[in-house]
Every structure is written in C-alpha cells, then in structure tokens.
C-alpha cells in the first residue's frame, strides 16, 4: 500500500513559523494514505498531549493542510496507547503571563473554528484518555470511536475553572441540554461504555487498529457523495454555533483571562496541580 508520511511543515512552514515558538512539527504526525485519500494525524507530544502553545499552532496547521489538500477524511488519533489528550496544557493557564494567555486562547479559539467548520471528512479514534480540552477535539470531529476502558469527558467543575461557551456548545450539540448540564457541572469524566450509552461517541472498540477501520468505515461512506456539497451542508449544519460564538468571540476571551488569572482559579489550579504531582 502507498503510505506517504507528510512533514506538515514542508507545505505550511511560513504559518507555522509565524505562529509557533516550538521547534518546527514536534508535536504529532501526518500521514497520507494515497489510495484512499484519508490522512491520519497522530498526537505525539509525551506524555499527555497536553495542547500547548505549539501543540495547537501545528493542529492548525494540519487542519489548514487537509482543507488545502482535499484529503477525502481526516482521522485524529494518539501515538500514546493511554492517553488521546490530557486537554489545555495546565502551565499555560497557571500564572499566565497576561499577553500570552490572551494569545493562547485566541490561538485555542482558532483551532476549534478550523476544525469544527472544515468541510473535510474528520472522525476521532480516542485510544486513550481524553480529558476537558482532549473531549473539544474529539467531539469536534463528525465521528467518534472511542477504544474501551479509557475515560472521556470535561472536568473543568473539579479543576475550578468554568467550562468556557465553545466546550458548552460543542457538548450540547453532541449529548443535548440535559446530559450536557449534568455532567459538566460536576466535572463527570464517562467510561468509554458510558460514553457510548450517552450518544458521547458513535462506537467502542476492543483496541486501536480496529478503532481506526471503523473511522475509515465511517470516511468511506463519503466516496459517491459531492464532496462540495457534503462540504456546504456539513458547515449549514453547524453554522448557528459557529456564527454565536464568532460574533462573542473577543468578548468570551477578554472574560476568560480575567477568570483565568483570578486569585481563587489560580489557586485552584495550583491545587490540580499539586494532586497530579502528588499521585505517584
Ligand atoms: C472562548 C475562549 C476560548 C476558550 C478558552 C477556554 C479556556 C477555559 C479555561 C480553562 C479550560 C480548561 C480546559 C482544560 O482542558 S484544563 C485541562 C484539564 N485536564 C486535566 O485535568 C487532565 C489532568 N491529567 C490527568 O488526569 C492524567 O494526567 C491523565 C490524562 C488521565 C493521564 O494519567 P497518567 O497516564 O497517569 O499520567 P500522569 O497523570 O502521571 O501525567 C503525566 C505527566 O503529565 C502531566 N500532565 C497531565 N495532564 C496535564 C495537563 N493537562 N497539562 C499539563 N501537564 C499535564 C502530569 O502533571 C505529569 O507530569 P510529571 O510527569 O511532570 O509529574
């Protein structure tokens, strides 16, 4: 079969310099199958996948790469075998530098538009956990497989910071308004079985390989669809979150950093932290 590993940065050096101060495509993969057209983003950033910074400037630049390139669907997966993503890098949002923060979240902002509002073919493999900003990317994806006996959700409620209107958003539109406000507000981390009672991903699967069959199963049922025409519905169809949280956008930001750099946020951040140190 032919397999053709892209370096992202090959074709999208000039973006991702301009928005990235990490070394040049560290942090995950990109890998064209050039008989199906389906590429494969693996998350490589050990040990967590934790999104920082340059983590999400190279998802971007991904996602701008398979909009560019026309792939015929787009998988996100993780190298790790325990961990799909940990979710937003806590040392970004622990005594954030003012500028930075800002940055950071128009940056996480970005990501979440390019890949919520791109009109490629996106499925989730989570073959591991996938926590807070870890489940944004995967529910951002059209489809979910999720491999068993990992944890899924968004914990903000038990790290002290609130669930910010895009997580909320995106939650609703996958679970409704009921399941969403239980779970969010108590921090609810689901099992993948219970994940798959709730509607929170499309399927369960003994282990990634067979994860990954399914997403392609999932990809390939576009092949005698328009890809223009999938494309338009795919964006009407999610237009209406879009377009809410586009126009709120600057003024979600500027409300989030004063949170963030709160005295009792920052404390209660310092505290998870401290409980992740502690737990070995
Ligand atoms: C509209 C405006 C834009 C929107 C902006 C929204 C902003 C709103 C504000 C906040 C939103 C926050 C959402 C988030 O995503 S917060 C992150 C929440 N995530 C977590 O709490 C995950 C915590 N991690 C875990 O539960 C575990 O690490 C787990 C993922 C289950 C993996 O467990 P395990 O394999 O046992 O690994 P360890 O726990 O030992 O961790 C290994 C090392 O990784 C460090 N780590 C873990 N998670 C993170 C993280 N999220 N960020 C940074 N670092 C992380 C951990 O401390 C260990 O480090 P070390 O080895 O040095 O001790």
Known sequence: MAFRTKNLFEKTTKLVRSYSSDKIYTHMSLTLNEQTGIATLELAKPPVNSMSFGFLSQL???????????YKGLIITSRSSGVFSAGLDLKELHHPDSDR????????????FQLYDCSTPTAAVINGHSIAGGCLLA????????????????N???VGVPVSPMFIACMQSVIGQWEAEKA???????????????????EV???????????????????????????????????????????????????????????????SLGEHLERMKNKK
């Open 60 to 70: 971007a630049a991904a996602v701008q790469q398979s909009e560019a390139d026309k």
């Open 101 to 112: 923060i800002l940055n950071y979240l128009r940056r996480l902002q970005d990501v979440w």
């Open 139 to 154: 529910l951002s994806c059209e489809y979910r497989v999720m491999v068993n006996s990992f944890k899924i959700g968004m």
């Open 156 to 158: 903000e409620a038990l």
């Open 184 to 202: 969010l507000l108590v921090g609810r981390l689901f099992t993948s079985e219970e994940a798959l009672g709730v509607g929170l991903v499309d």
């Open 205 to 267: 699967v003994g282990g990634k390989s067979e994860g990954v069959c399914k997403a392609e199963g999932y990809l390939a049922g576009f092949r005698e669809v328009s890809a223009r025409a999938r494309g338009l519905s795919k964006r009407y169809l999610r237009q209406e979150v879009v377009r809410d949280l586009v126009r709120r956008r600057e003024e979600d930001v500027k409300k989030l950093v004063e949170i963030i750099s709160s005295r009792g946020v920052q404390d």
